[in-house]
């Protein structure tokens, strides 16, 4: 069992007194790490749409560390402007920022490719563009305070097995993953930097948006047990947080992922997985 005095010794972002900048913190995994990154004693910016919800969370989170160690701040991350104001009152509020989980996310479905423009449009602007709004409002000022700091983008494994299902959301995750991607990279170029990025991937977790059900469904992990893998990843410096499920081993991952990419290498058909002629030999491959 990893105590919290080794998770802060290994992980000197989340030290006591540090600032953590959720997005969709208000609900499921966002609102999980709020709570754990509080009971470590950082101070905690919640951003969400404002209403009950937020309302609820911030008590919840300030029952952990305090009144004064909790700021909500109603943000629709689709929108530049709200995630730089995000950025003046969290800055203003506690002066610095050593985590910015950008998390915020919906899986309302727009339909077919050719369907619903504007639908797409605004699933690929919040889970998309409002990981990309949270870096550029956030990033500059973490690289220019130089601290230890960690930027956190919450992917799925649909933005990279892309299961059929719901396209956009697939498009904005594989495109939030290949920006995770390109912004470690950059991040480790940069001469003196102490600020790193991850790519969480969640399997299945009960959650707001784990639509329908009433009670944990039995293969479903809770938002908590993702924050509690989460701390252990960041801790042996992972980029990809690749979270099983009780479902999804992560060997099952694994054959999934190499299936998906030997589409190109084998030359397979698209999402050749759910393709009839290719079935058996997917179901094979699992077994192998
Ligand atoms: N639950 C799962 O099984 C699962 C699996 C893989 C990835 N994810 C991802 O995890 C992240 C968190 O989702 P969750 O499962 O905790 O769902 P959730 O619905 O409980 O939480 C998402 C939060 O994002 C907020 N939000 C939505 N639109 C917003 C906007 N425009 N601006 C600011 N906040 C907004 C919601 O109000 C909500 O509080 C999402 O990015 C989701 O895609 C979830």
Redesign the pocket.
Known sequence: MTTDAEIQTTLPALASGNVAVI??G?????LAAARRLASLGMKIVL???GGA?LDEATGAVAAIGGDDTVLAVP????KADEVDRLAEKAFGAFGAVSLLMN?????NNPGKPWENRGAWKRLLD??YW?VVHGVEAFAPRMLAAGNPGLIIN?????GITTPPGNLAYNVS?SAVKTFTEGLAHALRNELGAHLSAHLL??????????EGATQKPAG?WT?EQVIDFMLASLMHGDFYILCPDNEATRPMDEKRMAWAIGDIIENRPALSRWHPDHANAFAAFMKR
């Open positions: 997005t969709g208000a609900s499921g995994i966002g951003a969400d749409i919800r943000t629709d991350v689709s998390n915020a996310g919906v899986g919040i889970n409002g919450t992917g799925s494994k649909q995750k991937i969640p399997g299945f977790t009960y959650t707001g948006l784990t479903a938002g």
